[in-house]
């Protein structure tokens, strides 16, 4: 019912009067909608084909194997050299539409005669050129961010439900609760998680989903502190005094008239925490412990462009892509801030 | 009064615990209620007067069961409320409903008027989406607000509105006893005497108990049956409304009854003024706790607290060592004010 209260408009209106953060927001948007459809736009299977009358979209679903195109090999077609086969052929039917960038971010375009990397070139269509293993690198930083958004906005989800929950509980129930639980958290808040990520990596893999709860697990505690104190506050005011009079019970006044005037503060800390979530990755990709190889990274990218410092494209492609996505979340978050609170962050005017 | 009370309030204390520095646990005790013994029958008015901090609000929570009660007993309808659990708590909050002083606190800002209003209903009732409706209609009607105000949000509300829903909100479910926490104080002068009316329409309508909690008598002088000043956390005297206002026999009730605004300028002097703080509820004054203050003060009030005994055969109560003392200053004052009025 109370769906958009007229304190969530005037925040919005506000937000949008801050030009800087709200561009920022339609740009980071707008790259996040971009990355979750990069198969469209870059990859190395075909938008669409047209063979012997017939339409085929290899984009998404099973791979297509070269004998679809009458060539003799069973593996995945290579759609590059389809193309260039097809235009070959004088005034022939058929043809190949491939995305702006026809590289899969995990495939190795290896050019005849030259060792990888290969630098930026418009011929070759590796517009920030190649790694290491020549593998697109600009195909590598989009696949990357996505796996990067992706990863901290899981994360911080969980570490949010975790936090909000357990922070929530504190504030209410206090008492020995509240004690024991202030304990745990400040136990979690010493343990070197670097370390702890270190020895698990040595045991197992991990992938995606463990990482994410790993570092989840031990990150959660910052907004327990945040909300048990809004819990507190809240449920001592005249409004949950006056439910409480009327009978109301725990989870009534917890779901319907704590967390709804408590939670929504919340929303100035997500950018920072989708920053924090990002720099995690980076880093411990970085470091070589987080996801596992193949898997686009920019940390990893990074990894290999500062120890081969004379191949400046690499380095550089990281540092600009990192530089330009923080700043810009950063912007976002800051302008969230300041649309819920103008008296304390008034740097703008 | 011949009926049994509704609610009989024996002995009630609320202390709350102040930690001292961390280092030292010198816990003490601020005792916002201390010892306080009430009646309220059936559809009458109890007002409740005390200074700000004398554990008026405090006392009246503590009945309502929204502070817990440190000792004493709560009884309401014969049950004594005081030691019910939490479910069984829960059963009988319909019968004793609370208005709250603040009307801009005690609505939940985020919900809208008729969700507000259904609450009780949702809580209580196994009513259907549409009787809830036509419930909250007929109590907004009941507390003279449009009925096309369903979707509104309690800020687009004058102060006067908001404290009208939150008596609708508190007479929703048929009560007993309202609890009326200084209702009226955070209004507009303008809308005060609106307000209380509505309040006495309404008990008269419904039959409710009034607790009637105001820090100045004027506002409790037209509506309550029998008055209780309280000063520190204790009642220092009770009585019948209007025999309180001819004749206060404690010192502290006739302070408060003189400072009074008078509608005649010419009575509008001020013939007695309190001296000094209220003193600390940490360390209230040992004896009598109005000692230090007390024109009348003698040693015995500083070393024996004086017990609320009747005075009188109407059940007039007062707790002072020198009651003779205080009614002849009284006198002497109320001969003085009627000289002036000449
Ligand atoms: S007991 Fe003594 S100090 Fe207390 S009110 Fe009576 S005269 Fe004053």
Known sequence: MSSFSPQALRRWQRFKSIKRGYYSAIAISILIVLSLLAELWINNRALMVKYEGAYYFPTYGDILPGETFDLDYKWETNYRALKRQFKSEPNSENWVLMPLIPFSPNENDFIEGEYPPYEPSLASGHYLGTDMSGRDIFARIIYGFRIAIVFSIFLLSVTYIIGIAVGAAMGYFGGAFDLFFQRIIEILSNVPILYIIMIVASIITPNFWTLALLLAGFSWMGMTWYMRTETYRENAREYVQAARALGAGHSRIMFLHILPNSISILVTFFPFSVVGGITALTSLDYLGFGLPPPTPSWGELLQQGTTNLEFQWIWASAVGALSVVLTLVTFVGEAIREAFDPKKYTFYE | ?342
């Open chain 2, 1 to 342: 009064m011949t009926s049994q009370p509704i609610l009989e309030v024996t002995d009630l204390t609320k202390h709350f615990p102040v930690s001292g520095s961390a280092l030292f646990k010198n816990k003490s005790v601020l005792k916002a209620v201390d010892g306080v013994s009430l009646k309220v029958y059936p559809g009458e008015t109890l007002g409740i007067v005390g200074e700000s901090g004398c554990g008026k609000s405090t006392l009246a929570k503590t009945i309502a069961r929204l502070y817990e009660p440190s000792s004493g007993k709560i009884v309401f309808k014969g049950q004594d409320i005081g030691a019910l659990n939490s479910k069984a708590l829960r059963a009988i909050r319909p019968k004793i409903q609370y208005v709250f002083q603040d009307p801009y606190e005690s609505l939940n800002p985020r919900h809208t008027v008729s969700a507000i209003l259904e609450e009780p209903f949702v809580i209580h009732t196994q009513l259907s989406a549409n009787e809830r409706a036509e419930k909250v209609c007929e109590l907004l009607t009941k507390v003279g607000l449009p009925t096309n105000c369903l979707n509104k949000y309690p800020h687009e509300f004058s102060g006067g509105q908001r404290q009208r829903i939150g008596i609708a909100r508190a007479i929703a479910l048929n009560p007993d006893l309202v609890i009326c926490d200084e209702p009226v104080s955070a209004l507009d002068v303008s809308v005060q005497s609106q307000i209380v009316n509505l309040l006495l329409a309404l008990q008269k309508e419904m039959g409710l108990a009034l607790l009637f909690i105001a820090h100045d008598l004027s506002v409790v002088k037209h509506i309550s049956d029998r008055v209780s000043v309280m000063y520190l956390g204790k009642i220092v005297e009770t009585s019948e409304g209007q025999a309180l206002y001819k004749q206060p026999h404690h010192p502290y009730s006739q302070f408060l009854i003189d400072a009074i605004p008078k509608p005649d300028p010419r009575q509008s002097k001020k013939r007695m003024r309190l001296t000094g703080e209220l003193p600390s509820p940490i360390a209230p004054p040992a004896g009598c706790h109005f000692h230090t203050r007390c024109p009348l003060a003698q040693k015995k009030c500083k070393e024996e607290q004086p017990k609320l005994v009747n005075q009188s055969s109407n059940d007039h109560l007062a707790a002072c060592h020198f009651i003779e003392e205080s009614l002849n200053q009284w006198d002497k004052i109320w001969a003085s004010s009627k000289e002036n009025a000449r």
